[in-house]
């Protein structure tokens, strides 16, 4: 493997390296056989500076498979822990690999990572690897996100490695070039505050704030001032996932990021049928990372993030704890207020009045009882279209219709309500059967299907004949739908 001059307009700084050398491990990729890019984000890639007729060209594709390394480049693992289902334990990058931080046209820093790049120091008994139908899945569902306007990761390309991979069968192998804002984690800072100095845990922190809240650093207490920051940005997050009815799975304080991106598509699915219980991922048996508890978990990996950041908050303990409670307190506060105001928009309700939570509550209730399609169910209201018989023949569906229509008739503008519903409701999702068929094709050869829906999610608010099959929900049945850590 040999350094070749930059192409496609990589411009690379590699920032993360001047941090304690505990926070990583240099580390070179496992070269792979025979690279082909079987899926490239071009639009992504010249948004990013790049060219994506170079990134195909044989160099480029051996670059982002790993086989060659830019110049400017100091590939790494990073280091850091986590609590996995309630649990702390030591991690680290086991299969992916920080190229570097691509400079793009605007100014933004951003990560560029391969995934499924071979083994590194914390890969345990792994063997680094990725498989084809994961990969191909964060990106399609990392992209869907993105034009549902939810933070996240993004996904620049899928090459296929041309060797097999052995998991519960032999399957064939594949990178994910993954993009980030950055990939600190709240398990980075808790991995610096159990095994490392407070000095090292300043210098991660100065790091974060200059990468991602720069307003913090003139701050007196610019530790405290980061943190609350931070709780600002996750609420954001989560209120996000919770109004477009998407469900993590896998909420880890290793799998929250501190820039605020969603990381880290594993098993996650968006809901069909609406579910405050609803669980997807096969080893989340105890529900710890259901839909309805995802805005407490999101709580409580914060306060692990609190914890950690201790000793920098104040000299003295007590007062250091006593400050990142009241900034801990105010994440309940602030999600419930971003909450209601998105659930106002996605019923077309500009004013805010006092019945409105219990307006959206009683609506919630009725679609848990029958089991209706969240995201068609606001559809329906938003094109004045029929519910589902069940619904429609409710008698208490039908006050909830009329306490909503008195209620929308207090708007002084009734076309920018509807501008509002249209905005905040998503036409299409990425739904899990559409997923799994998009995904079947493609482990088969066949793209189009793949490429077609993320053609349609790449415009998921506007009602066009061509989404129609897409919205709809998927049939009945009795084995429910399960996701799986990405392998």
Known sequence: MEHQPKEAGWRFDNSYTRLPHMLFSEVRPTPVRSPEIVKLNDAYAEQLGLDAGSLYSEHGTAVLAGNVIPEGTLPLAQAYAGHQFGHFTMLGDGRAILLGEHIAPDGKRVDIQWKGSGRTPYSRSGDGRATLGPMLREYLISEAMHSLGIPTTRSLAVVATGEPVYREAELPGAILVRTAASHIRVGTFQYVANWGDKEQLRQLADYTIDRHYPSCAEDNQRYLSMLREIIERQAQLIVKWQL??????????????????????????????????????????????????????????????????????????????????????????????????????????????????????????????????????????????????????????????????????????AAASQRLMTGSNPVIIPRNHRVEEALTAAMQGDYGVMDDLLDKLADPYELTPDKEAFCQAPEPSPIPYRTYCGT
């Open 244 to 413: 477009a009815g998407f469900i993590h799975g896998v909420m880890n304080t290793d799998n929250m990021a501190i820039s605020g991106e969603t990381i880290d598509y594993g098993p996650c699915a968006f809901m069909d049928a609406y579910d405050e219980a609803a669980v997807f991922s096969s080893i989340d048996r105890q529900g710890r990372y259901a839909y309805r508890n995802q805005p407490g978990i999101a709580a409580w990996n914060l306060a692990r993030l609190a914890e950690s950041l201790l000793p920098l908050i104040h000299d003295q303990e007590d007062k250091a704890i006593e400050l990142a409670e009241e900034a801990l307190a105010q994440f309940g506060e602030r999600y419930q207020s971003l909450w209601l105001a998105g659930m106002r928009a996605k019923l077309g309700l500009m004013q805010k009045h006092d019945q409105d939570h219990s307006l959206v509550n009683d609506w919630l209730a009725l679609l848990q009882r029958h089991g209706a399609d969240y995201t068609n169910a606001f559809l329906a209201l938003t094109y004045n279209r029929k519910q589902t018989k069940a619904l429609e023949q409710d008698d208490n569906y039908k006050q909830w219709l009329s306490a909503w229509h008195n209620r929308r008739e207090q708007e002084e503008n």
